[in-house]
């Protein structure tokens, strides 16, 4: 049988995600997801992109490169990372980066009384973490810090959000909000051959756009193929 050429990117790639959610120019694309994310909940306007490169107080501390990082208009801090593969100590590295957005709050050598902004985590997960914490029949899980007797937040400007996408299978026909069509797109717009009716929201024409693989320089097409090969190791491994 012969294979069907791709016409859109994967956003499931390193490659493919960056250029869709970690670029200035579609930073709309990012405000969009997000607000689609949070469901009213907190309301994006903008962001400014920010270095996604951090390293620690000195030269030995280990380094954190985050796939997006970016900051609301209110200084509130978002770390996105696309995870492809079950990690033993996940929890623990998404614990860990959410440390470098707190510490850079710190102004070095003045006077400070602590107060912090925001800090948002979170990851889409291309696999199923299948933890215990976590209501199995949900794809979304929202963890903050809270009293373990009461269950009430202890502390609500550190959240992390995990949205397992590899248990999102539901077919254009169903879907209904745009956090949907997100998670849809996510998971499926590299199968797609042709625009369907149920992305035909405004925002989604800087999606197809963007992702058209025709469109693409030369040099960005190579690194497109090696990022799929990536992606293909770490499914495989």
Not at 106 to 114: L, M
Request: hydrophobic fraction near 35%; charge should be negative.
């Amino acid at each position: 049988m012969k294979q069907v050429e791709e016409r859109y990117i994967s956003l499931l790639t390193d490659f493919g995600f960056k250029r869709i959610f970690g670029s200035a120019p579609n930073k709309d694309l990012l405000i969009c997801f997000l607000n689609s994310l949070f469901n009213g909940r907190q309301v994006v306007k903008d962001v400014k992109y920010l270095n996604p490169e951090h390293v620690g107080d000195v030269y030995t501390d280990r380094k954190a490169i985050f796939d997006v990082y970016c900051e609301g208009e209110n200084g509130e801090k978002f770390i996105v990372e696309m995870q492809n593969a079950y990690q033993t100590y996940f929890k623990d590295r998404a614990l860990f980066y959410s440390t470098f957005p707190i510490r850079e709050q710190a102004p070095k050598g003045n006077e400070w009384d602590f107060k912090l902004n925001h800090i948002y985590t979170i990851a889409l997960l291309n696999f199923n973490m299948n933890e215990e914490a976590f209501n199995k029949e949900e794809i979304r899980h929202h963890v903050q810090l809270c009293d373990t007797a009461t269950h009430k937040i202890f502390y609500d400007k550190l959240e992390f959000i995990y949205v397992e996408i590899a248990k999102f299978n539901k077919s254009l026909d169903e879907l209904e909000t745009l956090y949907d069509k997100w998670l849809y797109a996510l998971k499926n717009l590299y199968k797609l051959t042709q625009r369907p009716k149920a992305l035909c929201d405004k925002v989604f024409d800087r999606l197809f756009e963007e992702a058209e693989i025709a469109k693409f320089t030369p040099q960005e097409q190579r690194e497109y193929e090696a990022s799929k090969m990536a992606y293909r190791d770490i499914k495989n491994s």
